[in-house]
């Protein structure tokens, strides 16, 4: 079985709306599929090594993957595939070792909770120095870019929702040939495209709003790059942090929905943010599409959209939180975010987590339910209070 897709310079450009629907099929052929099989094998039939099209390993290579690492490659921009990972933490790993030994990387200090864990063990480890930073304080930034090797971006930052100035921030990297690698997850390519703004490296968690179901731990990396893109390629065939075949179907039959998806989480996320914030037991909301909200101009000039995470706190501190949670009926109590459900979970309730991160402050990750359902079963919560 031998399924090459169309080649994407025999077609039209298309948008990316159209891209994650149509992109990553087999060509139109009678009697082709219009899904790539999965691929369960370990190893494939092979002879000599001469062919650089031989697969040879599953580790190093597999049918299941290209289709997925093809659509992300080119919803990022790039001029190569993307590279999946086991998790999003995997491709993160993978990412963080394209800092030098001993080199210092600059990063938010309200970056995700994982990433902020790794880089203090690396640190520990005297790896690499972390230098922490409000991303949304551009001068700040560009301060610590003194010096450093390697500026780590999340926009908008987990859970904090703070908006860094992206383009600026990566013209003065690209001046200082310092390595830039921005994680996406929040935004997604459909919103913002880190490479077209001059980012090195983009890193996912496909787990999120690519895969869309809360069905799958996966990741990528992506880059435009051959020599970074070698570099990552082996390491995750040496480190064997490889997505399985099922998950990278299943991504990839997520992200065909993903641009319906985003928009109606995304209409939902305003309505409830603007309602969030006039209600009398909510102390402060953070959400990008709020006019209010320090990041709004910013984020309107740079994203297509504001996503569809709302940061909110409430009374009682972290009490007054785990009750709010506590009386949810339709809202999910969890952990994770960038599924088609509503989540909701008080962040600070995990030891990683910055102290910065206020202990009532609510993480609510906005689903494609009713808006209406949504509000009912968050002001119920909110009068618990
Ligand atoms: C969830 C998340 C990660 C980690 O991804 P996993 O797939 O859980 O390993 C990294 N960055 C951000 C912004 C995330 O939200």
Same mark, same amino acid.
């Given at each position: 079985?031998?399924?090459?897709?169309?080649?994407?310079?025999?077609?039209?450009?298309?948008?990316?709306?159209?891209?994650?629907?149509?992109?990553?099929?087999?060509?139109?052929?009678?009697?082709?599929?219009?899904?790539?099989?999965?691929?369960?094998?370990?190893?494939?039939?092979?002879?000599?090594?001469?062919?650089?099209?031989?697969?040879?390993?599953?580790?190093?290579?597999?049918?299941?993957?290209?289709?997925?690492?093809?659509?992300?490659?080119?919803?990022?921009?790039?001029?190569?595939?993307?590279?999946?990972?086991?998790?999003?933490?995997?491709?993160?790993?993978?990412?963080?070792?394209?800092?030098?030994?001993?080199?210092?990387?600059?990063?938010?200090?309200?970056?995700?909770?994982?990433?902020?864990?790794?880089?203090?063990?690396?640190?520990? /480890?005297? @790896? !690499?120095?972390?230098? &922490?930073?409000?991303? $949304?304080?551009?001068?700040?930034?560009?301060?610590?870019?003194? =010096?450093?090797?390697?500026?780590?971006?999340?926009?908008?930052?987990?859970?904090?929702?703070?908006?860094?100035?992206?383009?600026?921030?990566?013209?003065?990297?690209?001046?200082?040939?310092?390595?830039?690698?921005?994680?996406?997850?929040?935004?997604?390519?459909?919103?913002?495209?880190?490479?077209?703004?001059?980012?090195?490296?983009?890193?996912?968690?496909?787990?999120?709003?690519?895969?869309?179901?809360?069905?799958?731990?996966?990741?990528?990396?992506?880059?435009?790059?051959?020599?970074?893109?070698?570099?990552?390629?082996?390491?995750?065939?040496?480190?064997?942090?490889?997505?399985?075949?099922?998950?990278?179907?299943?991504?990839?039959?997520?992200?065909?929905?993903?641009?319906?998806?985003?928009?109606?989480?995304?209409?939902?996320?305003?309505?409830? /943010?603007? @309602? !969030?914030?006039?209600? &009398?037991?909510?102390? $402060?909301?953070?959400?990008?599409?709020?006019?209010?909200?320090? =990041?709004?101009?910013?984020?309107?000039?740079?994203?297509?959209?504001?996503?569809?995470?709302?940061?909110?706190?409430?009374?009682?501190?972290?009490?007054?939180?785990?009750?709010?949670?506590?009386?949810?009926?339709?809202?999910?109590?969890?952990?994770?975010?960038?599924?088609?459900?509503?989540?909701?979970?008080?962040?600070?309730?995990?030891?990683?987590?910055?102290?910065?991160?206020?202990?009532?402050?609510?993480?609510?990750?906005?689903?494609?339910?009713?808006?209406?359902?949504?509000?009912?079963?968050?002001?119920?919560?909110?009068?618990?209070?």
């Amino acid at each position: 079985m031998n399924f090459s897709s169309t080649p994407s310079a025999s077609r039209p450009a298309w948008d990316p709306k159209t891209l994650i629907v149509a992109g990553g099929r087999p060509a139109h052929a009678v009697d082709a599929p219009v899904n790539y099989p999965v691929t369960f094998t370990s190893t494939y039939h092979s002879q000599g090594l001469a062919a650089a099209d031989e697969r040879v390993y599953a580790r190093f290579s597999n049918p299941s993957w290209d289709p997925f690492e093809e659509v992300l490659g080119q919803l990022e921009a790039a001029a190569r595939p993307a590279l999946v990972f086991s998790s999003g933490m995997a491709a993160i790993a993978a990412a963080l070792n394209l800092v030098p030994a001993g080199g210092v990387l600059v990063m938010p200090k309200h970056s995700y909770n994982g990433s902020l864990a790794l880089t203090s063990e690396l640190e520990a /480890a005297g @790896r !690499l120095i972390v230098r &922490p930073v409000d991303i $949304a304080d551009t001068d700040e930034v560009i301060a610590a870019l003194e =010096g450093a090797h390697v500026l780590w971006v999340e926009s908008p930052t987990n859970p904090m929702l703070e908006v860094a100035d992206l383009p600026v921030l990566l013209a003065e990297t690209k001046a200082r040939e310092i390595l830039s690698i921005v994680d996406n997850t929040f935004a997604t390519p459909l919103l913002q495209q880190p490479l077209t703004q001059g980012a090195d490296v983009v890193v996912h968690s496909v787990t999120k709003y690519l895969s869309g179901h809360s069905d799958v731990i996966m990741g990528a990396v992506v880059t435009s790059d051959e020599k970074l893109h070698n570099t990552v390629h082996g390491y995750r065939t040496l480190h064997g942090s490889i997505a399985s075949p099922m998950d990278t179907f299943l991504a990839l039959r997520g992200v065909r929905t993903m641009a319906v998806r985003l928009d109606r989480s995304q209409s939902n996320s305003q309505i409830l /943010a603007e @309602r !969030l914030s006039e209600h &009398p037991n909510v102390q $402060a909301v953070r959400y990008p599409g709020l006019k209010q909200d320090p =990041g709004h101009q910013r984020a309107a000039k740079l994203m297509s959209g504001f996503g569809a995470v709302i940061a909110f706190q409430v009374g009682g501190s972290a009490d007054g939180a785990d009750k709010v949670i506590g009386a949810f009926k339709l809202i999910t109590g969890a952990t994770s975010l960038g599924g088609v459900e509503t989540l909701a979970e008080r962040r600070a309730r995990h030891a990683s987590e910055p102290v910065s991160v206020p202990e009532n402050l609510i993480r609510l990750s906005v689903g494609i339910e009713d808006v209406e359902d949504l509000w009912a079963d968050l002001s119920q919560a909110l009068e618990q209070l």
